[in-house]
């Protein structure tokens, strides 16, 4: 045995290797340093918060369930998504290549069949709240797992009321079994169309866990994994969107929104339709925000649906243009409403669907100058 | 030495070691080992980097450049003289181990600083000093300037001879004049004079002297040589080895009444260095091995002349035999039968020079050559001393390029996106390691970059919208083309675009192409050998190929499907496959039997088997590899044409291509054959022509196929392949 001495060098060494292999195991395991440089933000595996409790505190929670944000990501089985797909077969041209979506009860099946041959495919989501168009989508595993998406060829267009081919697909379809349906994105742009569309995200190693998946641009989004606010009751509470500067706020959004720094800079000009899409873009070079401390969140609560906000009011414009200030600069046509007509007109895109140009601005030709 | 005499069996110790060393790499007649780290600079360096001294003199690199049988020897003699230069009674286990680990994990920048450690070591042991202070002072002497002079780690070299020489004691009586109190503290002034004085006006040299500490906070992703379970299988094992010998002296010094606690200190400090980083596993377990052999009973004459250790030296050997006999049959190793065909690319034959980004950064060393290193700058090397202010940049550009995330966003610390840091920084050229298969494919598929070069170390993307890459982009991309869609009569060039090497290399260059959608050209570059991985590597192709069979058709071509299905149930039941390949397993078939695309519903189908046809019951059983059940309702098909058809397909899987291409022709020779049948018999003919590169052939029955029926399901795919072989035309 091990008396007196003996005993503590035993210890000693005991305690000394545990320390060199654990010592060893934490250089090897995810925590070393840099570690959090990995992943989205939303494929975090743990810290979420069940979002049912925000509204026990936070009244915001009435209304945030209508957004657009809130919905912009659903199952297709959901009696919404149904709906709306049973509307496919009023659409002419889809009938004319033979296609329709089937209700199997538990799954949507699209269908088309050209050349007497038959071609299935699986809807599994439907992405975009309904309020300017709705888009299915299907998830398909390539061979090494990870997780392919098909945009389905048909969307759904509130201002036509009807479907019409998804925006960016060609007009005569494919002629492969996928390619038929719709178009095929690889896995890394499967994913990028999920996390804007999604709360939470898991993804291993390339394929996205589906039920794992929190649909919609909910809470927890834009304000951080709130796990640990939820458990103390509040008294937690991380650095998140309250704290943030203007210009991280604007950031934020810009995650799905899109920053300038994401597009060539010969792309960013006034006279480019192409970056109205992308709302923070065109802010960003604007005099508004340049000169003052606007943020996104001046215009648009999104905590709000659009329609009960106001975002197209002129209140934010009369901060620093007001009439009964002669300090401000006013507009040149005396006007002191309807600013939006004239300074951020909605732009028709080559599909059926207007964004609104954040590039605010004098227009020489006022209202859909960039068509 | 008292009481320590020579080993009996050096001879068959050195053979273990030199063939040991010999089997980490099969190309030993042509490949050299570099001694001596290259002049480096990176980019994105902070500072200009401490260089090792004698890569100045331009003369050094052709002696700082081995052939690897000589570097072998040498690591052999090295590995030798630590474990058998003293024998210690019942510690033969130990010393084998050590011996194998040193053999399998020494890296040849790594040679030099064990050598002057070793030499510490022994110069300082107080014995030495005692009976021979000028000796043992000139020893140490040469070691560190050896170690200064010549390697980049001599931190580590330092840090030892300091640390026995404090510790050090001199013998009762004696007048050792190197650990006597005076001495000590006068050499420990004047070195923390000479080190104040080199780090304030040698630019680096503190950041180099400190990297056997520094290294911990680099991440070991971006290095995967820094890990000391990562790396190829002989350096994994070697480090295993010795990390379970580190672990063992430790404890041995540490139950010591008698050693000296900051003997203790210092094992503990080298244990925390090796098992930590795998960089210096070998070089800290020489430091532990040494440290702890004054601490092994001393073998008495008596016992010494026995048979034992002798035994054991032979059985050693016995066993590297058997090592090598796995290695050349089961693992698929194999001498190159074409000396000539280099392990890798070659970036100096490519008409243009650009900034490099590396996913691993221990491949910095093939852009640091003489030639390449001006040409091709990387952004970061691993210098990990050098850049500290950019590690976190690039590492989070670099974990995003890995896992797809192109554009902004938010990360749970900071903010994330590649493309921001590609547009800063303009690199011309990316390689990705080529064991990092998912980024390869995703990178494949982005229109900004094209594969340009693939070897077994790395795969190489060009910018395609820089007018440079461009040329090399087209000659790759024509050469892709060639292996994948095969032109008769003519001759492939795959100078500066592929290096297939050893068989080992070939099959990692294979999981490359198919990873790059190309499965008829990844099976074209396999080794002509039945081992697990060269059928690995095939069955990932077949994964491949039944995939774009299911999306083009909308239903599995049978012949890719079977013989998928049946390769991965195979991996699924090895050893051999690491828990990461059999995750990669379960998922490629559960990606085999998705039901997505199908246009028949086989989960409906499986539902109502029993109100299917024989035939159907096949079908639907060949899909999901259930080769049983397909065997047993083929038995009742009446049909013998039908039958032949379907027995052909169950045999798949243990068939080659020119076998399975015959047995198809007798099928289509079958009076009985239905026209749908037909159909697809011929379709896989034509595929497995394109298989063996009989493009011709293929085409023809292909066209046959379609003759057959121009409309059906198959039309997509045929089309596909016709188009693709017609092009070349």
């Known amino acids: 045995m091990w008396p007196g001495s003996n005993q503590f060098a035993l210890f000693i060494s005991v305690a000394a290797i545990c320390g060199l292999i654990a010592f060893s195991m934490s250089c090897h395991l995810p925590g070393h340093p840099n570690a959090d440089y990995r992943g989205d933000v939303i494929s975090q595996t743990g810290g979420w918060a069940d979002e049912s409790s925000c509204a026990e505190c936070h009244n915001q929670s009435d209304e945030f369930s209508k957004t657009g944000h809130a919905n912009t990501l659903r199952r297709a089985e959901t009696p919404a998504s149904r709906a709306l797909l049973s509307k496919l077969s009023e659409c002419e041209a889809a009938l004319a290549e033979g296609t329709r979506v089937i209700d199997e009860g538990d799954q949507l099946i699209a269908e088309t069949s050209p050349d007497a041959v038959l071609h299935r495919l699986k809807l599994d989501w439907c992405f975009g709240s309904g309020m300017h168009a709705t888009t299915w989508v299907s998830t398909l595993p390539d061979s090494h797992g990870n997780t392919d998406t098909l945009e389905y060829r048909w969307t759904w267009f509130t201002s036509l009321q009807g479907f019409a081919v998804t925006p960016g697909q060609p007009a005569q379809r494919g002629d492969s079994s996928v390619s038929v349906h719709g178009l095929l994105f690889d896995g890394s742009k499967a994913r990028r169309c999920f996390s804007c569309h999604s709360t939470v995200l898991p993804v291993s190693s390339g394929q996205i866990e589906e039920d794992g998946i929190h649909p919609g641009v909910t809470c927890q989004r834009c304000h951080g994994p709130r796990e640990e606010h939820v458990r103390s009751e509040g008294e937690i509470h991380p650095v998140g969107w309250t704290t943030s500067d203007r210009m991280e706020s604007v950031r934020r959004c810009a995650v799905c929104h899109r920053l300038p720094e994401e597009r060539p800079a010969a792309d960013i000009r006034p006279d480019n339709p192409a970056i109205v899409r992308f709302q923070p873009m065109g802010l960003q070079q604007s005099a508004c925000f340049l000169k003052s401390e606007m943020r996104c969140t001046t215009c648009h609560d999104p905590h709000r649906p659009m329609d009960a906000q106001d975002s197209a009011g002129i209140w934010q414009c009369l901060q620093c243009h007001n009439p009964e200030d002669d300090t401000h600069t006013l507009c040149g046509l005396g006007r002191n409403d309807d600013c939006l007509r004239c300074h951020m007109p909605a732009v028709q895109m080559e599909f059926p669907v207007k964004f609104t140009d954040h590039w605010i601005r004098v227009l020489k030709q006022p209202a859909e100058s960039l068509q | ?729």
Not at chain 2, 179 to 191: A, N, W, Y
């Open chain 2, 1 to 729: 030495m008292k009481g320590h005499r020579k080993v009996q069996s050096p001879k068959t110790w050195l053979a273990v070691s030199v063939l040991l060393v010999l089997s980490t790499n099969f190309c030993w007649m042509e490949r050299s080992s570099r001694l001596v780290a290259p002049l480096q600079t990176s980019i994105l360096a902070i500072r200009p980097p401490w260089q090792v001294p004698i890569t100045r003199w331009p003369w050094t690199e052709s002696i700082a450049t081995w052939p690897f049988a000589l570097f072998a020897t040498a690591v052999a003699g090295l590995a030798v003289f630590v474990t058998q230069e003293t024998r210690s009674k019942g510690h033969e286990l130990w010393k084998a181990l050590l011996l194998a680990g040193i053999s399998l994990a020494m890296q040849p920048d790594q040679w030099l600083l064990t050598v002057s450690i070793v030499l510490l070591c022994r110069s300082l042991a107080v014995g030495n000093t005692d009976s021979m202070p000028f000796r043992s002072a000139s020893l140490t002497l040469m070691a560190l300037i050896l170690a200064a002079m010549t390697t980049l780690d001599f931190g580590l070299a330092w840090a030892v001879a300091l640390g026995l020489f404090i510790s050090g004691r001199p013998s009762a009586g004696s007048a050792d004049f190197v650990h006597s109190l005076k001495t000590k503290g006068t050499v420990c002034g004047i070195l923390l004079v000479s080190l104040v004085f080199l780090s304030t006006t040698t630019p680096g040299f503190f950041p180099a002297l400190i990297r056997p500490i520094s290294w911990i906070r680099q991440n070991h992703a971006l290095m995967p040589s820094m890990s000391v379970f990562t790396g190829s299988l002989p350096v994994r094992s070697g480090h295993i080895l010795l990390a379970f010998v580190i672990v063992i002296q430790v404890w041995q010094v540490l139950r010591s009444p008698s050693t000296a606690w900051t003997v203790k200190g210092m094992c503990l400090l080298f244990a925390g260095i090796g098992l930590g980083c795998g960089r210096y596993t070998v070089v800290t377990a020489v430091v532990v091995f040494e440290l702890g052999k004054l601490r092994f009973p001393v073998v008495s004459e008596s016992t010494s002349g026995s048979a034992g250790p002798r035994k054991f030296a032979l059985a050693s050997l016995t066993m590297t035999g058997a090592y090598w006999g796995w290695l050349l049959t089961v693992n698929g190793m194999s001498i190159p039968e074409n000396p000539s065909q280099p392990r890798r690319v070659d970036p100096t034959l490519w008409r243009f020079d650009g900034p490099v980004m590396l996913t691993n950064l221990d491949h910095a060393i093939d852009w640091q050559g003489a030639a390449a290193r001006k040409r091709f700058p990387v952004l970061l090397d691993d210098r990990w001393d050098t850049a500290a202010d950019h590690v976190p940049e690039y590492t989070r550009a670099t974990f995003d390029l890995l896992e797809g995330l192109r554009e902004f966003h938010q990360k749970p610390v900071g903010e994330g996106g590649y493309r921001i840091f590609l547009d800063q920084h303009q690199p011309l050229i990316i390689a990705i390691d080529s064991t990092q298969l998912e980024p390869i494919r995703r990178l494949s598929v982005d229109p900004e970059w094209r594969v340009i070069a693939i070897d077994a170390g790395k795969t190489v993307f060009g910018k395609t919208t820089h007018l440079l890459t461009r040329g090399q982009a087209v000659r790759a991309g024509e050469l892709f083309f060639q292996l994948e869609w095969p032109r008769p009569g003519v001759s492939m060039q795959l100078d500066g675009i592929l290096a297939l090497g050893t068989a080992a290399d070939s099959r990692a260059v294979s999981r490359v192409l198919t990873a790059m959608r190309l499965p008829y050209a990844a099976l074209r570059v396999l080794p002509d050998d039945q081992s697990i991985e060269t059928e690995a590597a095939r069955c990932w192709a077949y994964v491949e190929l039944a995939h774009r069979a299911i999306r083009h058709t909308g239903e599995p071509s049978l012949l890719d499907q079977c013989r998928a299905v049946s390769g991965m149930n195979r991996l699924r039941r090895t050893s051999v496959t690491t828990a990461g390949e059999q995750d990669q397993v379960r998922r490629a078939l559960q990606s085999l039997t998705d039901n997505t695309v199908r246009s028949t519903d086989l989960k409906k189908l499986g539902a109502g088997l029993m109100g299917l046809t024989p035939e159907q019951e096949v079908r639907t059983a060949l899909t999901n590899g259930d080769f049983a059940n397909a065997e047993r309702a083929t038995n009742d098909i009446a049909d013998v044409g039908v039958r032949g058809f379907y027995k052909v397909l169950i045999q798949s899987p243990d068939l080659t291509s020119t076998d399975l291409l015959d047995r198809f022709r007798s099928v289509l020779k079958s009076a009985t054959l239905p026209s749908n049948l037909e159909e697809e018999a011929a379709f896989y003919s034509g595929c497995l022509q394109l298989e063996v590169g009989d493009s011709q052939g293929a085409y023809e029955s292909l066209t046959s196929s379609d003759l057959i029926n121009p409309h059906s399901r198959l039309a997509a795919i045929r089309d596909l392949y016709r188009s693709q072989l017609n092009a070349m035309q």
